[in-house]
């Protein structure tokens, strides 16, 4: 049956008149609402002592006053339009804070202490600001009692600055800050067992903020982002014992470089500092602190300048990347680092530059004083190793680094191992190692140096260098002519590219050690007069070019030596003018070389081994040579070919011998024996 059109039009103007209602009852809400906001400006003031509740809370002192803070909080209407200010005499206020639920155009202060020497004196429980959306400001306010959670507590807020808060008290949690945006600016937190600043699903802005003591100084969780800042570009710090902690996709910032930073550490500074100017009031304490207020993206020159001391801290520098470089600046020679003393250095997982100028380590560290793994590029300059430990520089799972003018001594191990890394060595030396460079598992290392092209060296009793599992040490071959001077009054610290004491190297066998496996050009080594207690030794020398060894231009007394030996060298190689001393040893030994040419050399001590001995092959020439007072005075053995043109001497058992198929070829004058000539299974004299 059809609706009948009056009862539709009756149910039309009940809806009419229910919706009226409703609209007048939401304006008059609203109407409500606008007269319970804030109008002006609102001033209270709060004393303990003076203060009561039941006051107006407009004026200080007694008989206005209000007592507690929350009480002058629960004067406000939700909707703050206008700048409140709670103006909170000192004292202890024994009370729980909260801030709830206000909203509009204006803002809320709590109003303490004026820094925090003054705050101090603004004792109280608890601060909680929950669900607002206005600013809120905290000012000069200290913890009084334990809070588990924090003193200062926030939740689901638009804005928050705590200024000049403290809270010391031995808890989980000094600022505990979940969702919303905060600020915490010059505030202290020490002693808290979790964090001192603990920012949930927050943005938080932490500036020059100070405190120890505390388990992290600051934590990020769960997709929270927390900025560094402070006058210093990168602030004062609160630390922890386990420095920051980041969790479930947070970050703690700033995370890149914005210029480029100078920092200032010396022994009478504190971490409490900024870090930017070089005296006790500005410059922090220890060098780890500057690197923990570097962001992770370097893109700009950092600079670390630290002042001569004593710096009792393992350093760590780890993580950062970018096309900057951290500089950390100490002395500026050898001379001056060894004031500029630190335990160790470890250097870990580096993508930009880091230079370490100008240190000393301080402590023995089993796996190296100087240490880096897995970098882009690590420079160490003027740096000293000398502690007796198993390396000095320990180099490994990848990376570039470059040793320039550093020493390294002592080391029971080596004076630097590289494994899986590149190494240049600049002029760096040392000595006292069991071996002075290990390469080892593909690892390169380079010797470098100004003078000599080849540099100083770091040396080993056992040997110099040592490669293995196809670790290489270069120079492999020669690039140039090289010239290498030797003087008694040398240094086996210098270069060798001087007649000079400053520049000549001490021994004889420090320039052959500076000489590369491969010679493809002309190695001169002039050695001044002077006695020298070695056993000489050219060892497998290979390549197109020539080695001269040079002492006195014809045979003389005034260049002493113990012996020579030249073994399997396949190049040729001249000495001339040494005299030998051994009488428990051949005095000149070729042995297994391709050429071999004694030119002026004198050995007279009796004894019965050969002044001059060639054998297992190869081709020897001796010319214009002393040799008296011995077995043979030569002797040519096993496929040798000896050359011997003349040549003087007496007192020799034999003057001349040849053995074992080896021969030697007479020219001029020969050495005279009890027996002339010998020869014997197949020699050969002619």
Known sequence: MPLQKPFIIAKLEELTSNLTTSINDFITHLLDLTAHATKSNITYYVDDILGSDTNTGLAAGAGTALKTIQAAINKLPQIVNTVVTVNVAAGTYAETVTVYGFTGKGSITLQGGTNLTTASNYLVNRIMVRFNNIGIFINGFKANIDQANGTFTCTDNYQVVFNWCIDLRATGYGFTLYNGFYIVNLCQASNHTMAAVYGKDAIVEVIDCTGNDNYYGVRAGRGAFISRAGSAVFGKRIRGSNGDCVDDGSIIGPIVTWTDIIMYVRSDGSDDNNGNSDDAAGALLTIQEAIRRLPPRIDHAITINVAAGTYVENVIIAGFIGKGSITIQGGASLATAVNHLVNSWYVNNTGCRINIYGFKANASIADGEFK?????????????????????????????????????????????????????????????????????????????????????????????????????????????????????????????????????????????????????????????AGTYNETVKFSGFTGNGTIYLYGAAATNDTHTITNLTVIQCAIQVFVRGFKALSTTAIGFVAQSSAYVNFTGCKCVGASSYAGIEGYWGGYVAVFDSELSNRGPAINSTSGVSIYSSNNTGNGNSVGLRAAYAATIGKNGTQPAGTITEQVLYGGEIR
Do not use: W
């Not at 470059?402 to 899986?420: F, K, Q």
């Not at 590149?422 to 140096?449: K, M, P, R, W």
């Not at 290498?484 to 050690?513: H, M």
């Open 372 to 528: 880096g793994e897995t970098n882009k590029f690590v420079y160490f300059y003027n740096c000293i190793s000398e502690q007796v430990s198993a390396y000095g520089f320990l180099f490994d799972k990848g990376g570039n680094y470059y040793m320039n003018n550093c020493r390294t001594s002592n080391h029971t191990s080596a004076g630097a191992i590289v494994i899986r890394s590149t190494l240049a060595l600049f002029d760096s030396h040392g000595s006292a190692n069991v071996y002075g460079v290990i390469a080892g598992e593909g690892s390169h290392v380079h010797y470098y140096g100004a003078g000599s092209k080849l540099g100083k060296r770091i040396r080993g009793t056992i040997n110099n260098d040592h490669g293995y599992y196809g670790g290489a040490i270069f120079p492999m071959a020669t690039y140039t002519d090289l010239t290498l001077y030797v003087r008694p009054d040398g240094s086996d610290d210098n270069d060798g590219s001087a007649n000079t004491t400053g520049a000549a190297l001490q021994t004889i066998n420090e320039a052959i050690r500076r000489i590369p496996q491969r010679v493809d050009h002309t190695v001169t080594i002039n050695v001044a």
